[in-house]
């Protein structure tokens, strides 16, 4: 119940971001487990069961890895290549090489994780997608209630992405009718945002520029794409 209700606030307050509310929670739990990781990069966490839950699911992903070293310091990157570049060293030297170009091209057994398209057992990806499960379906329960609903509608609610991803979690055909008339009023706010924000580039008139115009790049290329990494 406890973890329910952690969701539940959690979700409310995204409502109040600014930006698409399930972005907004999962880049915050980004960041906090490449935090988590950073800590496990140290030297005496070497050999514990995380790491080597690490090193059998093939590591990170290629975003992940790049932004946990941005956090990380050199050594700590440097003690996480080393046990994944000691764990290649073994499969290559585990097999020859006619074996090894069979199996780097159907990706049979170890190399399964060393997918050329990207790691999908990347344990933050992994962690994230659980994650967003959860937040949506919470999301789509939470718009039930009108107090939600107007909250929702004032913001600038979710991202193509998710926004399509959260149609799987309704049954209401009046929700989704107030989801898809709701986006188009929010497409149409950033869409006026930006507008204004170009048309005040020069000065005297970028003296002038409100919040919600400066922010309009950002909410344009999110509600396009999501947020970076997705």
Request: glycine content about 6%.
């Amino acid at each position: 119940m406890e973890e329910i209700k952690g969701i539940s606030e959690k979700t409310i307050e995204a409502l109040s971001s600014g930006r698409c509310p399930v972005c907004a929670m999962l880049r915050q739990d980004e960041f906090d487990d490449l935090c988590h990781w950073v800590g496990q990069s140290a030297e005496q966490y070497r050999g514990s069961e995380e790491r080597e839950k690490l090193v059998a699911c093939g590591g990170f992903c290629n975003y992940h890895f790049w932004e946990l070293h941005e956090l990380n310091t050199n050594y700590g990157s440097a003690s996480f290549g080393l046990v994944l570049i000691e764990r290649r060293i073994q499969i290559f030297r585990s097999h020859d090489y006619e074996y090894l170009i069979d199996a780097f091209k159907e990706r049979d057994e170890d190399f399964k994780v060393w997918s050329l398209e990207g790691n999908v057992h990347c344990p933050v990806c992994r962690d994230l997608k659980r994650r967003e499960k959860k937040y949506l379906k919470e999301l789509t329960s939470l718009l039930k209630d009108a107090v939600h609903k107007t909250k929702y509608a004032d913001g600038y609610g979710l991202c193509m992405l998710h926004f399509i991803r959260a149609l799987d979690y309704i049954e209401d055909v009046s929700l989704i009718k107030f989801l898809f008339e709701t986006e188009i009023a929010q497409l149409e706010k950033i869409k006026a945002n930006a507008g204004s924000f170009i048309q005040k580039k020069e000065p005297p008139l970028c003296w002038q520029q409100t919040e919600d115009e400066k922010k309009s790049w950002f909410r344009a290329i999110e509600k396009i794409v999501g947020r970076s990494g997705v």
